[in-house]
Each structure stands twice: as structure tokens, then as C-alpha cells.
């Protein structure tokens, strides 16, 4: 049974496409989360939400937009896709925004060509 | 913000040794807490430790608070603990800001 899930988990893409990248977790959290990872393997936060409400909002462009249905899905759809936005974006979830430990999805893989 | 370094970058090991990787933190923290992203990009939460000790089979880990500072101890190591470990922390004096601050790993491959 999977905690943390995301689909797709490849996705390949022209420049200029819109896009959208689904996850679900099942453990029951309050709090989901939007990380990239660059070439370099870096993470950085993108986006947090609480029971559905938006806490933490990195600078982003603005075509990048994340909504939350429930506190158990957390979409990330990205307008207009730039070369830049290749990279891998993680979703992940904790019990508490307070209490991070923090439980991550699979991944997907986004390559802009 | 707080910053998180660790070290090594890099880490080359025989099956069967041990190795200890380090996590310095500029500042007091409140989440500590250590990852193993496998070969296959799976990021797999191995010790949530703000301070104090823990231990889960062959891996333990130490975070000395006071002084700024968390240790993973890997013994006995297999090929299958090869991928890049991160560490991630919080600082007290964050305020609002609630994320957490992730260092830029270290890359272990353990040969046969």
C-alpha cells in the first residue's frame, strides 16, 4: 500500500505545454508538500498546505499553481512549461505542520524539450 | 535562514565497512532529520532526531544540539545502502516560516 503517490511518473513535454502532476497520500496527514530537485540533486520546497490551506509559498513563478481538493490530494499544474522547469518534483506529507517528519512520494521526472 | 552543510560530498566504501557522515546546522533547530534517496530516486525517511540518539538496525544517528551538529553512522555497510543521504533541518528561530532546510547530500557507493 502506498503512502505517499504521484502520478505521472515521467513526463515528457514540449516548451510552452501546460501540465499537471497528481499526488495522494493515504496516512492520514494535515499537511502535503511540493519539493524540486535539480540536476544537482538539490531540494527546495515549493508549497505547503494545511488541511487545504496554502502555509508556505516559495518564490515561484507565478506559473506554477498548486490546489488542493482535500488535505489528502495535492495537485501541482504548471502553465506554459519553460526548459528551466525540467527537473524532478516531489510530493510530500507529514502528520502536523509542526510535526515534519516528513514522508515523500516516488517522484516525477519532468523533461522540457 | 539556517544553513546546512554536509560532509562528505563524496564517500567510496568497501562491503562491509563502516562510515560516519556529518550534518553541521548554523543555527538551534527543532527537526532534524535524515534520508537515503536510493539509486532509484526513492526518498525514504530514515531518523526524524532533533536531538538525542537513535538506532534502527544497522544505521544509527546523533544530534548534538548544543553544538550544531548530527551524525549518521552507517555500519557493516551493503551495496544496497549506496544512493545520495540528506539531511534536513528546521531552525527554533524561524518564526512562521515552517519548511525545512535540506543539505546538498552525500553520495555513498558501497562496492561488493
Known amino acids: 500500500d502506498t503512502a505517499v503517490s504521484q502520478t505521472p511518473k515521467y513526463l515528457v513535454t514540449q516548451m510552452g505545454n501546460d501540465k499537471s502532476i497528481k499526488c495522494e497520500q493515504n496516512?492520514?496527514?494535515?499537511?502535503m508538500y511540493w519539493y524540486k530537485q535539480d540536476s544537482k540533486k538539490f531540494l527546495k520546497i515549493m508549497f505547503s498546505?494545511?488541511?487545504?490551506?496554502?502555509?508556505i509559498n516559495e518564490t515561484v513563478p507565478n506559473r506554477f499553481s498548486p490546489k488542493s481538493p482535500d488535505k489528502a490530494h495535492l495537485n501541482l499544474h504548471i502553465n506554459s512549461l519553460e526548459l528551466g522547469d525540467s527537473a524532478v518534483y516531489f510530493c510530500?506529507?507529514?502528520?502536523?505542520?509542526?510535526?515534519?517528519?516528513?514522508?515523500f512520494g516516488s517522484g516525477t521526472q519532468l523533461s522540457v524539450l | 535562514g539556517i544553513q546546512v552543510e554536509q560532509s562528505p560530498p563524496d564517500l567510496i566504501l568497501q562491503e562491509g565497512a563502516n562510515s560516519t557522515l556529518r550534518c553541521n546546522f548554523s543555527d538551534s533547530v527543532n527537526n532534524l532529520q535524515w534520508f537515503h534517496q536510493n539509486p532509484w530516486g526513492q526518498l525514504i525517511n530514515l531518523f526524524y532526531i532533533p536531538s538525542g540518539t537513535k538506532q534502527n538496525g544497522r544505521l544509527s544517528a546523533t544530534t548534538v544540539a548544543t553544538e550544531r551538529y548530527s551524525l549518521l553512522y552507517i555500519s557493516s555497510s551493503q551495496t544496497t545502502d549506496s544512493g545520495v543521504y540528506f539531511c534536513?533541518?528546521?531552525?527554533?528561530?524561524?518564526?512562521?516560516?515552517?519548511?525545512?532546510?535540506f543539505g546538498s547530500g552525500t553520495q555513498l557507493t558501497v562496492l561488493p
Open positions: 534536513a533541518a528546521r531552525s527554533i528561530s524561524s518564526g512562521s516560516a515552517r519548511q525545512l532546510t
Open positions: 496516512l492520514g496527514h494535515d499537511t
Open positions: 510530500a506529507s507529514s502528520p502536523t505542520q509542526w510535526d515534519e517528519k516528513l514522508f
Open positions: 498546505y494545511n488541511n487545504k490551506e496554502l502555509i
